[in-house]
């Protein structure tokens, strides 16, 4: 990095500054990871430079010999992970893939049905400030107030009552498998089209760690860093029935050219998931969060759903006397990071909420193990008694700092 240095040293002592932060915290928030360094130089690429909109063979600028080349290759590693029909690799990023796909199947004013966004679906899947709730006739579901878990009931109650033309399956903070066979009958009885937003779970299901949703959706978005571990972009995935009016969304409908260098950072970290090392590291993922929630729920915290079955793990932490801002600052003081976030039938305000979220996909990327949990899982109590006391918080950053040392953080050289 020494162009960089010389040419702008402030901007690189911010960098190195993060890389400093992320070499020697637990970085535990659900939806960050460590991208390897062919990634990290894939996305730093001179791909940066070129203009490409169109498709491959399809441009409207030249010389894209070897961009066409680069989005074949992210696209035919998509497929062949995934097992789709077809991949665009060229959203920029989860929201706007997500819109692509309102915009190939619906009208404004249509009805769409996700998840509500405090039970742990995203803002796009129809949540009231976004877009997609205000261009659209959203409808949501949540969660059973008692066990955490999706009542397919009640969804399809709902689903029968208002005729969505989207269905919309997934989630960006529920720990447990989503059954998408139940979708997908709910869906063709309704007559809808069935989107599974699979962001936080893709890098599982690429490793069979988790069931695939491919089998059952019309369409799957997701982003590719997450449990994928890429860089930050986005994919869609389809049927070949579904496969022209997905592509004309992206491009024309919502972008211009794409992200070439991100599209190059793809096809690497697709490359890498192909192999049976990323299956280990996807099982690995599962027992580490499973480990976590043990030790967790043996230290009194309140675990929405019980535990989890994937990646994250969402906990009330006011039985514990605190609310997730003040715990999840505070930890961050300690060195670990996580986020806060609402639990379902919060009483609390979204910017204020009773939880956190919490994932395991960065520290399993590091190494860390089952027994490396129970460690962790020792250090979220610990902060609990100490969380006004900042220096006992800096001695607890000081430990994590020393545990994480002997772990290496992919992509990062600490010298």
């Known amino acids: 990095m020494r162009p960089l240095h010389e040419a702008d040293p ?3 002592e911010l960098i190195k500054g993060e890389e400093r932060r992320e070499f020697d915290n637990l970085r535990m928030i659900a939806s960050e990871n460590y991208v390897s360094r062919a990634v990290l130089e894939a996305t730093g690429s001179v791909l940066t430079n070129k203009y490409s909109e169109g498709y491959i063979g399809r441009r409207y600028y030249e010389g894209q010999q070897f961009i066409d080349a680069i989005e074949g290759l992210a696209i035919e590693r998509a497929k062949k992970l995934f097992g789709a029909d077809h991949a665009n690799v060229q959203t920029y990023s989860g929201s706007p893939a997500n819109l692509a796909v309102y915009m190939a199947t619906m009208k404004p004013g249509d009805t769409v049905m ?8 995203h803002l796009t899947h129809g949540w009231r400030v976004s877009a997609t709730g205000q261009w659209f006739n959203a409808v949501q579901y949540g969660v059973d107030p008692e066990s955490g878990l999706l009542d397919f009931n009640v969804i399809r109650e709902l689903a029968l009552k208002h005729r969505p033309k989207l269905l919309i399956a997934g989630a960006t903070a529920y720990p447990r498998i989503i059954d998408f066979a139940a979708f997908r009958a709910i869906a063709d ?12 779970i893709a890098g599982l299901v690429a490793g069979k760690a988790h069931p695939s949703p491919i089998p059952y959706a019309d369409v799957v978005s ?3 860093h997450k449990t994928l571990r890429g860089p930050r972009g986005a994919m869609l995935m389809c049927t ?24 190059a950072g793809i096809a690497v970290a697709l ?15 599962v027992k580490n969060a499973q480990a976590l929630a043990k030790g967790l729920a043996g230290h009194g915290f309140r675990l929405i759903s019980g535990g989890t079955d994937n990646h994250l793990i969402l906990m009330d932490v006011t039985p514990r006397g605190m609310t997730g801002k003040a715990y999840s600052q505070a930890l961050d003081k300690a060195g670990i990071e996580c986020n806060y976030n609402t639990v379902p039938n919060d009483p609390r305000k979204p910017f204020d909420p009773s939880g956190i979220r919490l994932g395991t996909a960065g520290v ?16 979220f109590n ?5 969380h006004d006391d900042e220096a006992a918080l800096a001695k607890v950053a000081g430990e994590v700092r020393e545990f994480c040392a002997a772990f290496p953080a992919p992509g990062i050289s600490i010298k």
């Open 10 to 12: 402030k901007v690189f």
């Open 114 to 121: 996700g998840m509500a966004l405090p039970d742990g679906g």
């Open 189 to 200: 009885e309704v007559g809808a089209t069935l989107l599974v937003d699979m962001a936080h």
């Open 222 to 224: 997701t982003t590719t």
């Open 240 to 263: 070949e029935a579904m496969a022209k009016d997905i592509d004309k969304a992206v491009f024309p409908g919502l972008q211009g050219g794409p992200h070439n260098h991100t599209t």
């Open 271 to 285: 490359g890498e998931a192909l192999t049976p090392a990323f299956q280990d590291y996807a099982h690995q993922i």
């Open 364 to 379: 399993t990327s590091r190494g860390m193990k089952e027994s490396d949990m129970v460690k962790i899982a020792d250090w």
């Open 382 to 386: 610990q902060v609990v008694s100490i």
